[in-house]
């Protein structure tokens, strides 16, 4: 078990933005409000930002985080996602990717939402930096084929 680095007090504009058709997929965003000092390694910051440069030239639209972990779309959303999962490949291990490059090739209005986001006071992550980089560079790599290369 391990404790959220995000704030809960944020979701309710989450819910806000989805309710009032603000957008049909709302993707959280860390980088916008301060961090606290351990809350993100500098080489995973630069990493993200590297891959929302990516998503943003890809889909045409800012993304400004590709993978915070919160995001929210209506369970109708995700099940057309999730049917169209192997148009991207079924290669994402912590499904971000998917879910946007879903939202975006099913034109779903996607907007960026920011939250706070701390330091882990509990576990530790499960991501390999090296690992998990290399298979999301191969997935964007694959996207980007299939989006700006058809």
């Not at 007090?9 to 049909?24: Q, V, W």
């Not at 994402?92 to 490059?101: H, K, N, Q, R, S």
């Not at 530790?124 to 290399?134: D, Y």
Request: charged share 25%.
């Amino acid at each position: 078990m391990q404790t959220s680095p995000s704030h809960p007090e944020d979701l309710p504009r989450f819910y806000e933005a989805i309710s009032t058709g603000k957008g049909e997929f709302i993707n959280g965003v860390r980088l916008v409000y301060p961090m606290e000092k351990e809350a993100m390694r500098t080489l995973n910051f630069i990493g993200n930002k590297f891959f929302s440069m990516a998503f943003s030239w890809m889909l045409g639209q800012p993304i400004k985080d590709t993978l915070c972990g919160t995001k929210v779309m209506w369970k109708k959303e995700y099940e057309e996602i999730a049917a169209n999962r192997s148009y991207f490949g079924d290669f994402d291990p912590f499904g971000d990717f998917d879910l946007i490059f879903g939202a975006a090739k099913l034109n779903r209005k996607i907007i960026d939402l920011p939250i706070r986001y701390r330091e882990r006071t509990y576990g530790t992550t499960n991501i390999s930096r090296w690992k998990h980089g290399l298979l999301l560079l191969r997935m964007v790599a694959f996207a980007a084929r299939r989006i700006k290369f058809v």
